[in-house]
């Protein structure tokens, strides 16, 4: 069985500073992992995925996530947050197995908050 | 414009009084399934779809229904609603995996918010 594990349900940062928004998972195979982004009152954007070879892995909005398989992590990041940021964060993964390959299992999510 | 679009966005009803939320997608997508989010639990598979007339229960499924007549489209059904199933709701799409260990992005709807009194 897949799992995910998001530490911090709430990060707070300066705008210009560093994101870093942490994400484990738990998985029997060699996983797919993502990071989908929502924004207040929308639906699940997607913000970067991992499938197959290089680790590190560019998204939209300038963010970034890097692949450790040895520390089973998948944390986002980006160089400078943004006001626009602001929005609640979900990592995922998927063994492409479960459900046909498709099943999605999330994380409990992270709420950034970006303050002048 | 591709897109999953779910309807009614908002919903307020009461203990009982069955209803149906609908789900459709116009990217002749195999796969469709729904999810519910919940605060600190994240978003919770309820059931999938693989293809027209196959469908199956995800990790909450207790409460509610589905169907796939059409491959368009796949409504929840809450036959008898209650308190516990106020939540907000997604509907997802994606093409099905071929080969087992494969990948298809899956696309969400905008969800629906969901109070049950």
């Known amino acids: 069985a897949q799992s995910v594990t998001q530490l911090g349900s709430h990060v707070s940062v300066s705008e210009g500073a560093l994101v870093l928004l942490r994400c484990n998972y738990s998985s029997s195979v060699p996983p797919y992992l993502f990071w989908y982004v929502q924004y207040p009152n929308q639906g699940l954007q997607l913000l970067l995925k991992?499938?197959?070879?290089?680790?590190l892995v560019k998204g939209i909005n300038g963010f970034e996530a890097e692949f450790k398989k040895s520390e089973t992590s998948f944390h986002l990041t980006k160089p400078s947050a943004h006001m626009s940021d602001a929005a609640e964060y979900f990592c995922a993964v998927s063994d492409g197995l479960t459900g046909g390959g498709n099943k999605l299992t999330f994380g409990t999510g992270t709420q950034l908050k970006v303050e002048l | 414009e591709a897109q999953v679009t779910q309807n009614p966005r908002y919903l307020i009803t009461v203990t009982g009084k069955k209803l149906t939320v609908t789900c459709s997608q116009n990217m002749n997508h195999e796969y469709m399934s729904w999810y519910r989010q919940d605060p600190g639990l994240g978003l919770r598979q309820i059931y999938y779809?693989?293809?027209?007339?196959?469908?199956d229960k995800g990790d909450v499924p207790e409460g509610y229904k589905v169907s796939r007549k059409e491959k368009r489209n796949f409504p929840l059904i809450l036959e008898s609603p209650s308190p516990n199933q106020t939540s907000l709701y997604f509907c997802?799409?994606?093409?099905?995996?071929?080969?087992?260990?494969?990948?298809?992005?899956?696309?969400f709807g905008p969800g629906t918010r969901l109070t049950v009194l």
């Open positions: 997802a799409s994606s093409f099905r995996s071929q080969l087992a260990g494969g990948y298809n992005e899956q696309f």
């Open positions: 991992y499938t197959t070879g290089a680790t």
């Open positions: 779809s693989m293809n027209v007339e196959v469908t």
